[in-house]
C-alpha cells in the first residue's frame, strides 16, 4: 500500500539509497519538508545533495527506501510529480540563443500552459521583473542577475507546488543574491514550498529548516537555531565545519 503524505508535509523521504555500483551516493537518507516552508538542503560538493533531489523531483529512480511528493510515489508516479513542480538548476536552464520572450514562451509551454495564458502571464513577469523593453534580446546579452530572476519566474510560471532550486545563487555577488531571496519569500508567500541546496552558509540561516549530508548521509536535520543551539556554535557556518568540512 502506498504511503499517504501528512496533511502538513509535501514531501517524506524514508530510508532513501541510491547505488552507483557499490558507490552509495545517498544512504538511508530520512526527512520530511513541510508545506510552505523554505528547507535547505545543505553539504560539500559530492555529498549526494543533486542526486537525492533529482529523485524526489521524479529524474532519477532510487535503489531504495520510500518517496512520496505531495501525496505521489517516486517509483510509479514520477510523470505526475514533474506537473506540479518547479526545478530550477545551477546553469538556470536557459537558452542563451534564445531571445526573453522565446525562452519564456519555450517554458511556459513545456509546463502546459495556454498561448492565452502565456501571453498573459509573460507580460506580467517581465514588466514585474523590468524585463518588457528587453524581451526581444537575446538572453545571453542580459545581466546574469536579470538571467536568474528570469529562471526563477519561469521555474514558477505553472504556479507549482513545490520549486526545487540547485544552487541558484551561484557565482552572483551578495546584493543579488540577497535580490533573488527576496523572489523566494515572495513565492513562499503564495504557499510554495522551497527546496534548496546551496554552498552559502548565510543563505542557510534564511531557511525555516535544514538538512546537511555528509558521504551521501545526513549529519544534521532541524531548524537553523535549534541546530545552533544543540551543538553550541553561533552559525550554521560554523555547524558546516564542525559536521561537513573536508570530509568528502
Known sequence: MKKKVQ????????NLCKKFGAFYANKILSFDVKR???????????????TAMKIISGLQSPTSGEVNVLDYD????????????GYMSQKFSLYEDLSVWENLRFFAGIYGLSRKMIKEKGEKIL????????????????????????AFSLATIHD??????????????????????????????KGITIFV??????????????????????????????LKKEYQVDSI?????????NVE
Open 127 to 150: 514588466h514585474h521583473l523590468d524585463l518588457w523593453e528587453h524581451r526581444k534580446e537575446l538572453v545571453r546579452d542580459i545581466p546574469l542577475g536579470w538571467k536568474q530572476k528570469l
Open 237 to 245: 557556518d560554523q555547524l558546516f565545519v564542525l559536521l561537513a568540512r
Open 36 to 50: 510552505g516552508e523554505i528547507f535547505g538542503f545543505l553539504g560539500a560538493n559530492g555529498a549526494g545533495k543533486t
Open 74 to 85: 517516486v517509483y510509479h508516479e514520477a510523470e505526475k510529480i514533474k506537473k506540479v513542480i
Open 160 to 189: 507549482p507546488k513545490i520549486v526545487f532550486l540547485d544552487e541558484p545563487t551561484g557565482g552572483v555577488d551578495p546584493y543579488v543574491r540577497r535580490v533573488f531571496w527576496d523572489q523566494i519569500y515572495q513565492a513562499q508567500a
Open 197 to 226: 541546496t546551496t554552498h552559502y552558509m548565510d543563505e542557510a540561516e534564511y531557511c525555516d529548516r535544514i538538512c546537511i549530508l555528509s558521504q551521501g548521509e545526513v549529519v544534521a536535520y532541524g531548524a537553523p537555531e535549534k
Open 7 to 14: 496533511n502538513n508535509y509535501v514531501i517524506e523521504v524514508s
